[in-house]
């Protein structure tokens, strides 16, 4: 395939050495990923571009497994495009595969993790040299990203594949019972069979076990969805254990996952337990009292305001928001603003649906002018009327000034850093990959 290289910029970057303290000394090459690179120009000579027609990657295909006592193996075909003249390749849980959602993500991982450049194809290739076992049952991905004549990382090739289930001893399984439910609680008793070595339990929101394991598993290095209610669990039983759940909402399902092994540590089946709380309020017109609490905080620290929100008894939910009285005198939000901002889903913030009296405390600037909402919703799923309490803060007591905050919307004072909290990083397996035909 023809290619061209064309020449736009030579050696005017070398005379940078003599420009001014304040000329820029340095060269930004930034992807469209958000990774850049950086160069000194005084080293630089040239900028030069070129181009390579047609699909640069390393297609691999995934013939066969083994694993025994010398560790994993796993056979590949490896077919290299026209213009590939190298890739590198990995294999690795396909949750953690599935976060690379580009050809970027995948180069930059494998550069880390994969195997050295490969300048051959295989037909029939021993991936061998892997950080830790395989699960068994499990999904893993087998990765390559071809590199150009320029050594530049293109496209990403990639083929997933499960490995096989290694058989049970016994019949290991956990019985259960639901022994009560609250409208925010609920105690379940485990009972293990004789070929129970041990289990573990936790509880997702229904429906969403596989994806906090897509989502964590990367994060925390679980391979396996049992790996990772072993972790939530935060121990392991082998004896019948009753647990209570707190602190959960109202009206809502649960999937409790038990998760037992047998005497050679292999996972059984996950087992499912759904639970429904039981639900509050009635059929009738939910609505929500809304009172002025106390002012404080310092300048340092910063200023708050408390308030609190009272449902009726027909209420099941409410949710709640203060907002700079200015800010709602706009065509952005007045009452029709309002209602659309609370009655919307926000899964980020774990204060926003309420249940029961909210004593809320809210970030909030001296002297200013607010307006506290509430918006409810019955057993029914109907929402009821708009409650509104106009009302202002006092001045500082000092003089220092706050900055101002970034959105006119409040936040509260307790949840503000859990919602700010980093995520931990990807975990990375170091491992030295070879493959040999």
């Known amino acids: 395939m023809m290619k061209r290289l064309y020449l736009l910029l030579v050696s005017a970057l070398v005379v940078m050495a003599s420009f001014a303290q304040n000329e820029p000394n340095r060269l930004f090459v930034h992807e469209k990923s958000g ?18 027609d047609g699909r640069v990657a390393a297609d691999v295909t995934f013939n066969r497994y083994s694993t025994g006592d010398t560790g994993d193996t796993v056979w590949v075909a490896v077919k290299r495009t026209s213009d590939c003249q190298a890739f590198r390749i990995a ?9 690379l959602k580009d050809d970027a993500a995948a180069a930059s991982y494998l550069e880390q993790n994969g195997s050295g450049l ?72 485990f009972t ?13 929101d229904e429906g969403t076990m596989e994806q906090q394991f897509e989502q964590w598993g990367p994060m ?24 209570k759940w707190t602190g959960m909402a109202p009206g809502k399902t649960y999937d409790v996952a038990i998760q037992c092994w047998d005497a050679n540590d292999t996972y059984a089946d996950v087992i499912i337990a759904k639970v429904t709380t039981n639900s509050l309020g009635g059929d009738g017109v939910a609505e929500v009292t809304i009172t002025k609490g106390d002012f404080g905080g310092d300048a340092v620290n910063g200023y708050w305001q408390k308030v609190t929100y009272t449902p009726n008894d027909q209420t099941a939910l409410h949710r709640d928001m203060i907002i700079e009285k200015k800010a709602y005198n706009t065509p952005e939000w007045g009452d029709e603003g309002i209602l659309k901002y609370l009655k919307g889903d926000n899964s980020y913030d774990p204060y926003w649906d309420q249940y029961g009296v909210d004593e809320a405390q809210w970030n909030a600037d001296p002297s200013t002018e607010y307006i506290a909402f509430s918006v409810a919703q019955n057993a029914k799923g109907e929402w009821g009327p708009l409650a509104r309490l ?48």
């Not at 069979?193 to 509880?203: E, I, R």
């Not at 925390?220 to 009753?242: L, N, P, R, V, W």
């Not at 959105?407 to 397996?429: I, L």
């Open 390 to 437: 106009e009302l202002a803060t006092p001045a500082a007591t000092d003089a220092t000034t706050m900055p101002k905050k970034a959105s006119v919307v409040s936040t509260r004072v307790a949840g503000a850093q859990k919602r700010n909290a980093v995520a931990p990083a990807m975990k990375v397996m170091k491992k030295k990959l070879t493959l040999t035909e």
């Open 91 to 99: 294999c690795l849980p396909s949750n953690t595969a599935n976060m």
């Open 35 to 52: 990774s850049f690179k950086g160069f000194i120009v005084d080293r630089l000579d040239s900028i030069s571009f070129g181009r390579v």
């Open 192 to 204: 293990p069979n004789g070929d129970v070595k041990g289990y573990a339990f936790c509880s997702f």
């Open 118 to 189: 490969l300048y051959q194809d295989f037909t029939d290739g021993q991936l061998t040299g892997f950080g830790k076992p395989f699960s068994d049952n499990t999904k893993y991905t087998l990765l390559t990203v071809g590199y150009d004549q320029y050594g530049v990382a293109c496209e990403a090739s990639r083929t997933e594949f499960t490995t096989p289930r290694k058989p049970l001893v016994g019949n290991p399984s956990v019985a259960w019972e639901l022994d009560d439910v609250g409208t925010d609680n609920f105690t379940m008793t």
């Open 220 to 243: 925390f290095g679980f391979t396996t969805i049992g790996d990772m209610i072993k972790q939530f669990c935060g121990g392991t039983y082998s004896d019948k254990y009753t647990n």
